[in-house]
């Protein structure tokens, strides 16, 4: 039974002498349990900000890129007895803030301007998949910009495991795209940098989302003068 949440604001890292970092299971007598899904994303902002429960899937939204080292940014739905994550589903491209379950529908608010494909602002409706099995996805990896803060040019470095075509797009917290700095560049497997000027930007936060090999990440970047 899944029935406790820890969030990055509260730094619970550990219940009852267990591993639970942000997401934590008790069972019917109040006791926690061994079950773990390890998250990931940036450490600094890492947080998980709602739950809820249906038959043997746990969804949850927040801010961070996925679990057990597969990805699934700000949702995932996760098999309740074994942590693994199920889907298919389209994710969004922002932090999600609540979710709600409702007559075999998702429900998803948050700071996102996409959700896979569509662009839908704030708020979405997923449509639960009829058969829910483990999802595998060849990860890449994105770095955080560099500066950070950023007041004239940020540098975004990636690796590929594999050559992929790459879109690399930056988006002001509105869902509003930006800058498009690569749009379907194939690029080979290895390290690799774009570079993003932001002068005459507004200071603020953005955020910038690097597509590839059917996969999105985002992460976020300061703007200042």
Not at 69 to 92: M, Q, V
């Amino acid at each position: 039974m899944i029935g406790a949440m820890a969030r990055d604001r509260v730094q619970v890292l550990r219940a009852a002498g267990l591993p639970q970092a942000r997401i934590a299971a008790i069972d019917a007598s109040g006791k926690v349990t061994s079950w773990a899904t390890p998250i990931y994303g940036p450490e600094r902002d890492l947080e998980v900000n709602a739950l809820a429960a249906r038959d043997s899937t746990v969804y949850v939204g927040g801010y961070f890129s996925g679990f057990n080292l597969l990805t699934s940014e700000y949702f995932a739905a996760l098999d309740a007895g074994t942590g693994a994550i199920r889907g298919p589903y389209f994710c969004p491209d922002g932090v999600v803030s609540a979710l709600a379950l409702s007559e075999g529908k998702i429900y998803l608010a948050g700071g996102f301007g996409r959700v896979g494909p569509w662009p839908v602002v704030g708020f979405a409706a997923l449509t639960a998949p009829p058969r829910s099995g483990p999802v595998v996805i060849r990860k890449f990896e994105l770095a955080q910009s560099v500066p950070n803060p950023v007041s004239a040019e940020a540098v975004i470095g990636y690796t590929l495991p594999a050559t992929m075509a790459v879109t690399l797009t930056v988006f002001d917290l509105q869902g509003r795209a930006r800058a498009r700095v690569l749009a379907g560049v194939p690029q080979s497997a290895g390290p690799h940098q774009a570079s993003v000027s932001t002068a005459g930007w507004r200071p603020g936060v953005y955020l910038y989302r690097l597509e590839a090999g059917g996969a999105s990440a985002t992460r976020k970047m300061l703007v200042v003068k």
